[in-house]
């Protein structure tokens, strides 16, 4: 079985700072990799995608990859209690274009 | 405005009792899916399609029917709800296998 793992969190970090969520993959061949926010009751929003190894940034948020560790992180700079939601990463298995293997989530709360 | 849309919001039925929901986009994508989400087990494929006519099981189809008859339109049937499937629904759509994929508003389904 093919898996994605995050931390549930809460990770509780003050606002201002940086928040720093992670995630591992079990599958080698996996080639895409993406960042949702999800508010409560609400549906999955895109925060990043990333498909290279390496560093991509986009305003606030930056999505880090290192496929030989199966690793992939997303860092959220000045962070604001807007920000406060669950996390998903997902990740397109090898194979298996038309789905994406999502992590449970980890929720982060960004106190004043 | 480019959106994926869900029909019904909430939906609370009895088992036994066939239900629709109805999913349709304005992106003229290819790719559609449905998704359940459960708490601590994150999003989980039911099932995907690529193309008009052309559906295939994810991870977990049992108890699920789903059709497209229309490049639009991708609904899911459940012919004999059960309790089981209590859950939190989304349908996506995707322009090309491997891209992010857009969700719906989500569907709260109760079956009692």
């Known amino acids: 079985q093919k898996e994605v793992e995050q931390n549930s969190g809460p990770l509780s970090v003050p606002e201002g700072a940086i928040a720093s969520l992670n995630c591992t993959y079990s599958?080698?061949?996996?080639?895409?990799f993406f960042w949702y926010r999800q508010y409560s009751g609400k549906s999955p929003e895109l925060i990043m995608f990333?498909?290279?190894?390496g560093d991509k940034e986009d305003g606030r948020f930056t999505a880090q990859l290192n496929k030989a560790s199966q690793y992939v992180s997303l860092l959220i700079r000045d962070s604001q209690p807007s920000d406060s939601a669950t996390y998903l990463c997902a990740v397109t298995p090898s194979g298996g274009y038309n789905k994406l293997i999502f992590g449970a989530g980890t929720r982060l709360a960004v106190h004043p | 405005e480019a959106q994926v849309t869900q029909n019904p919001r909430y939906l609370i039925t009895v088992t036994g009792k066939k239900l629709t929901v109805t999913c349709s986009q304005n992106m003229n994508h290819e790719y559609m899916s449905w998704y359940r989400q459960d708490p601590g087990l994150g999003l989980r494929q039911i099932y995907y399609s690529m193309n008009v006519e052309v559906t295939d099981k994810g991870d977990v189809p049992e108890g699920y029917k789903v059709s497209r008859k229309e490049k639009r339109n991708f609904p899911l049937i459940l012919e004999s709800p059960s309790p089981n499937q209590t859950s939190l629904y989304f349908c996506a759509s995707q322009g090309q296998s491997n891209s992010p994929l857009h969700f719906g508003n989500g569907t709260r389904l109760t079956v009692t």
């Open positions: 990333i498909y290279s190894n």
């Open positions: 599958d080698r061949g996996s080639q895409s």
